[in-house]
């Protein structure tokens, strides 16, 4: 049987072969901190991302809001221009001697001189 042979292998340990370890090195730690700076630098946009998300939302959520509160607004504002409608035109019937006559005679029976006033007297039909 032949025995097993052992060849040892040198590494030549020239300048050039150092030169390309030293590169390589520098070259991995490069990528690793690049790796770092990407990896915080997607963190960090990731939490800005989520902030923005959430103040959109919630400004979005308030304009709904003060929408809603405007249209309820609105209503009450139409109703009030309804009553100060109603109210000047009261107003002006109020200004008619005519229609304060009338009112008097009809309310208070008052009558002029010489008129006869007759009231209706209200009969509730069962």
């Not at 042979?5 to 590169?23: G, K, L, M, N």
């Not at 929408?67 to 107003?91: G, M, P, V, Y």
């Not at 229609?99 to 002029?112: E, M, Q, T």
């Amino acid at each position: 049987m032949k025995a097993a042979r052992t060849t040892d292998v040198r590494h030549i340990r020239s300048e050039y072969v150092q030169s390309q370890e030293v590169y390589e090195k520098f070259r991995k730690k490069r990528r690793k901190g690049l790796m770092r700076r990407l990896v915080a630098f997607g963190i960090v946009l990731t939490v800005i991302v989520g902030f923005l998300t959430s103040i959109i939302s919630s400004k979005s959520d308030q304009i709904d809001s003060k929408l809603t509160q405007k249209e309820h607004l609105e209503q009450k504002l139409r109703a009030s221009k309804e009553d100060e409608k109603a109210l000047k035109h009261n107003i002006r019937l109020l200004h008619d001697k005519d229609y304060i006559g009338d009112i008097a005679r009809r309310d208070f029976l008052l009558s002029k001189k010489g008129e006869i006033i007759f009231s209706k007297l209200d009969i509730d039909s069962h």
